[in-house]
């Protein structure tokens, strides 16, 4: 079932940030599958674990931010719109020239005008609190899972890695840290040395209450303006 809906969704989508969508095979109906185009790049989650691979956010980081924001913007421009409900740095990836396209719709959801969805549930540390909850959310939820996508560009980790109880004694175990982020008492972790400007649209995404998010054409106007300020810097 959810190839199918992935391929529904897919199928019907055209932007340079989203991967291709070329074709279904299958030998049954039980048996269907989804041919999209080949991102040679992998994806940034292993891009960011080959710490031998320099990054910063005057060049690659920011790029990878912008390419992610302008598909987003895309998907909730469409009618109705398309939230992807499963976002975070696994499901977006990279060919040669290091562009990023975001993949991985099988939890995506139409939302029509003025409609908000109750149902399902993506990664967790990328989840949207009001999507722990379980409250009606929008497309809102995508820019939150953004700005956690924002953690992982800056640190290279796995969003609220530091505080589990898997590295380590003194670690809290998942449940509690989903708790804290559902109250808003918890949000991921950014370097010292971050960029003030990423760390204000970041925080921005970030925002507990989904009315105080900025929409995501904002969020590539935003980042389009901090690539500049930050190239400028010497």
Request: include cysteine; hydrophobic fraction near 40%; aromatic fraction near 6%.
């Amino acid at each position: 079932l959810s190839v199918s809906l992935e391929i529904e969704t897919v199928s019907g989508l055209s932007h340079c940030k989203i991967v291709r969508f070329i074709g279904c095979t299958w030998t049954n109906k039980k048996d269907l599958g989804g041919v999209s185009e080949y991102m040679d790049g992998g994806d940034v989650r292993t891009l960011l674990e080959t710490r031998k691979i320099e990054l910063s956010w005057k060049k690659e980081k920011i790029s990878i931010a912008i390419d992610i924001a302008e598909a987003l913007a895309y998907m909730h421009s469409r009618s109705p719109k398309i939230i992807h409900r499963d976002l975070k740095s696994r499901n977006v990836l990279l060919n040669s020239s290091m562009v990023a396209k975001l993949s991985d719709f099988g939890l995506s959801r139409n939302r029509t005008y003025e409609e908000t969805l109750t149902a399902g549930v993506g990664t967790v540390r990328w989840t949207a609190p009001e999507v722990m909850l379980g409250d009606n959310y929008s497309e809102q939820a995508d820019v939150y899972s953004f700005g956690v996508v924002l953690s992982e560009l800056d640190t290279r980790e796995i969003p609220f890695e530091e505080k589990s109880s898997k590295t380590g004694a003194g670690g809290a175990p998942d449940m509690a840290i989903v708790i804290k982020v559902a109250k808003g008492e918890l949000r991921p972790s950014f370097a010292p040395d971050c960029p003030d400007v990423i760390l204000r649209i970041a925080r921005a995404c970030l925002q507990f209450d989904p009315a105080l998010r900025p929409d995501s054409e904002s969020v590539v106007q935003m980042l389009n303006d901090a690539r500049v300020q930050l190239q400028a810097m010497s």
